[in-house]
């Protein structure tokens, strides 16, 4: 079964930071890019940043300069270090990859159910 785990969110202050880490299991054969989410209250989810298997990286404009993605893929992790957290950045924040799976060398888009980030005083 392939699926993303998600962990690292929690309660953080206003200014504080937090590390979330999201691993891929599974048949997975190859991953491409990988993707961090977010969804707010009452808002529809919007790309964080994403970044290629060759490490190029992009970002939404409100987290540029704050957030920063990474990737192991001997470990078919990614990471997303949040600094500078503000209020507005809560939300549960999902991990999407793009993959291809063993047997049949079939290519999926794969979603961990999430991690809560609370940023509040």
């Known amino acids: 079964q392939v699926q993303l785990v998600e962990s690292g969110g929690g309660l953080v202050q206003p200014g504080g930071s937090l590390r979330l880490s999201c691993a891929a299991s599974?048949?997975?054969?190859?991953?491409?890019?990988m993707n961090w989410y977010r969804q707010g209250p009452g808002k529809q989810r919007e790309l964080v940043a994403a970044?290629?298997?060759?490490?190029?990286?992009n970002y939404t404009d409100s987290v540029k300069g704050r957030f920063t993605i990474s990737r192991d893929n001997a470990k078919n992790t990614v990471y997303l270090q949040m600094n500078s957290l503000k209020p507005e950045d809560t939300a549960d924040y999902y991990c999407?990859?793009?993959?291809?799976?063993?047997?049949?060398?079939?290519?999926?888009?794969?979603w961990g159910k999430g991690t809560l980030v609370t940023v509040s005083s």
């Open positions: 599974g048949s997975i054969l190859s991953t491409y890019a």
């Open positions: 970044i290629t298997s060759g490490g190029s990286t």
């Open positions: 999407n990859a793009d993959v291809v799976v063993v047997p049949g060398l079939r290519r999926m888009d794969i």
